[in-house]
């Protein structure tokens, strides 16, 4: 019998389904014109492109010329923080994040702070959620633009999105949210709520990496990051990965599908018997995040005496995929900046663990890590000299 194998970090990425794959692969080699040439194969191309715009503005309610590809969800978080900024630069020069956001948010705005703009980091409450009213006593008359994602990739946590951006709307301040985690994998509806950009990725819905998009409302000019052939309506230049395209749209497709058939009710089933599991199991852990308002396949703890990097390469040795904190973290011995933004102090933070199902988890595969993970834990507490302290 092979070993079982369990991954269960699809925060980081996920599994291209076998049918966005089979989507995908005539546009490698049969299907190979540029989108942009006016014979017969470009038409073609175009077409394909054109069809996965749809597919994508479909699922979040959007209209299609409000999809802007891009080359993943880094380079969409950039086009909307810097287009807005550079687009807007007159009618000021404040922006407003969160401290929980994705680097390839924050970095983006802190690198504006240190060219011209200005920016005010809003904290959040011990279950990372980012307060309206917090949100509305830091705008200014010169706030052109908040930043607040819809889901943290690291504790899970549901962001109030539509108070956060009605508080914009009420002020004319642009609101963007950084989607990439919960897009594909809740009922996300963008002409139901004020946001007026999105950030979208493939990769963690299914789809292939380096493809992703950013929904930008109507009538919203942004400046382009990129410039070269005017693709993309003229907001993102080069040639169209028409393969990932098409394999972005038959994501969303798929997504659309899964989210209209209450599949996600299994997930959901599947994450708390997880957490209810390892919490009967294991004492001293703490959920991180919110408890209710969080992803559906997303469960994080702390685990208190141990490292995450030890439990994750225990993990690893039983076959089970998992990660210690952020993927862009690890390597670093500092603890994760959004899990010390909830409050929690050193030590706890640096036993984190975050879990992450994918729609193919199942109900053998939590038996698997609920088996393996305690004498795992057991077994790193039995070492550290801050557990024996304790007790
Ligand atoms: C993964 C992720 C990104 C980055 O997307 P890439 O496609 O990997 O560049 C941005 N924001 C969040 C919340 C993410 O989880």
Redesign the pocket.
Known sequence: MTPRKVYLDN???TQVDRKVLEAMLPYFSEEYGNPNSLHAWGREARKGVDNARSQVAQLIGAEPKEVIFTG????A?NLAIKGAAWALKDKGKHIITSSI??H??LDTVKWLGKNGYDYTVLPVDETGMADPKELEAAIRPDTILTSI?Y???EIGTIEPVAELGEVCRRHGVLFHT?G??ATGHIKIDVKELPIDMM?M????MYGP??V?ALYVRKGIKLIPVIHGGGQEFGVRSGTENTPGLIGFGMAAELAANRLASGEIDNEIRLRDRLIGGLTERIPEITLTGHRTKRLPYHASICVKYVEGEGMLLLMDAAGIGVSSGSACTSGSLEPSYVLLALGLDHPTAHGSVRMTLSKDTNDEDIDYVLEKFPPIVEKLRYLSPFYKKNQ
Do not use: F, I, R, W
Request: without cysteine; glycine residues 14%.
């Open positions: 925060s980081a990425t993943g969800g880094s380079e978080d956001e994705h390839a948010l994602m889901a943290n990739n950084d990439v985690q950030t990725a493939a990769h963690k990496k380096g992703g």
